[in-house]
């Protein structure tokens, strides 16, 4: 089944403060990452939280509880070019045995004037 | 090069016909990975190289679907007999090493149209 949970789509203005949120579930825990993908291009890496608390980097900050499979990425000072996709990943198992970035189904963040 | 390079970037191919798709990791990543996009939809994993390790195939939706990495570089996903649902963003990653907590840098995808 799907390990991750996210919402499929958040709408906010410029300047505001938006939280996307993700709930994991895998058979073991690695850290949970975020990646940003603008439409047409790669995933790029935003951040990665390996023990619960806050990390902050300029305008992104992400959260995780682990003890509630549990993060969050939170987005201040919204800009128009934060208009993206936004993936909470994990390290799950694959059947074939490795631990490969497994990836959320993306949140699509739409930013308006 | 300074990141991981895909090619074709775009590829409309005949249903039936075979297509291979390139991607050139970061020099010295010994960690790669194929995945798929659908239109608005997540990544799916398909195929995992590390190293000069037996590749997890895993996440390959059928026996259409090969891969292979020659030199511990170079990856080359090949889809044979290719059919209208293969139609999607075939995208590529590499990693510096296995590590669980390491980054994987993506290239910008080959988009693939089979009509």
């Known amino acids: 089944g799907q390990s991750l949970e996210q919402p499929s789509e958040v709408t906010a203005v410029e300047g505001a403060i938006v939280q996307i949120n993700c709930t994991y579930q895998?058979?073991?825990?690695?850290?949970l990452s975020w990646y940003q993908q603008h439409d047409g291009g790669a995933p790029t890496f935003l951040s990665y939280?390996?023990?619960?608390g806050l990390e902050e980097t300029g305008r992104f900050s992400s959260f995780l509880s682990r003890s509630d499979s549990y993060g969050y990425l939170l987005l201040q000072e919204l800009q128009m070019k934060d208009s993206a996709s936004y993936f909470c990943a994990v390290r799950d198992r694959a059947s074939g045995g490795s631990y490969i970035p497994t990836f959320g189904r993306g949140t699509s963040l739409i930013v308006h004037p | 090069g300074a990141g991981v390079s895909q090619s074709p970037s775009n590829k409309v191919t005949e249903k039936g016909k075979d297509v291979e798709l390139r991607c050139d990791p970061i020099?010295?990543?010994?960690?790669l990975y194929w995945y798929r996009q659908s239109l608005g939809q997540g990544l799916e994993f398909l195929i995992y190289f590390q190293g000069n390790s037996a590749p997890d195939k895993s996440g390959l939706p059928s026996d259409r679907f090969s891969a292979e990495r020659t030199g511990g570089s170079v990856s080359t996903l090949t889809i044979q007999r290719t059919q209208q649902e293969d139609s999607a963003v075939y995208l590529c990653?590499?990693?510096?090493?296995?590590?669980?907590?390491?980054?994987?840098?993506f290239g910008q995808g080959t988009r693939l149209t089979v009509v």
């Open positions: 939280n390996a023990l619960d």
């Open positions: 895998t058979s073991g825990f690695y850290g």
């Open positions: 020099s010295g990543h010994t960690a």
């Open positions: 990653a590499s990693s510096p090493k296995s590590g669980l907590n390491t980054e994987a840098f």
